[in-house]
Nanobody, 124 residues
Framework: QMQLIESGGGLVQAGESLRLACSAS????????VGWFRQAPGEERGFVAA????????YYEDSVKGRFTISRDNAKNTVYLQMNRLKPADTAAYFC?????????????????WGQGTQVTVSS
């Protein structure tokens, strides 16, 4: 059974950087778009960034444009989220998901396989 595994979260100070990784095990997502979402306590899971299967197209939520970069290495079956100039408002659990073909990039319901999440905490 396919699983997604997130890693790279941690506690950092405002202005610092982190790189998250999303790896697939028990299968592959090289033919699927992959998205990153985040969820803070008491809030709904929200879109952060997504990348097409070949990596040519990327999509970002407005508040992370210019600070976050999504990329993928299909040879390693891994998608990355480079997060620079982190802010306390970026504090959340970050999840990666595998998108169903043809569905919306930013909708939670478009993603059928999710990881367990990795916590990112940014102190001021």
């Amino acid at each position: 059974q396919m699983q997604l595994i997130e890693s790279g979260g941690g506690l950092v100070q405002a202005g610092e950087s982190l790189r998250l990784a999303c790896s697939a095990s028990g299968g592959t997502f090289i033919n699927n778009g992959v998205g990153w979402f985040r969820q803070a306590p008491g809030e709904e899971r929200g879109f952060v960034a997504a990348i097409s299967s070949g990596g040519a197209k990327t999509y970002y939520e407005d508040s992370v444009k210019g600070r976050f970069t999504i990329s993928r290495d299909n040879a390693k079956n891994t998608v990355y989220l480079q997060m620079n100039r982190l802010k306390p408002a970026d504090t959340a659990a970050y999840f990666c998901g595998m998108k169903r073909v043809g569905e919306s990039w930013s909708a939670v319901g478009s993603y059928g396989v999710w990881g367990q999440g990795t916590q990112v905490t940014v102190s001021s």
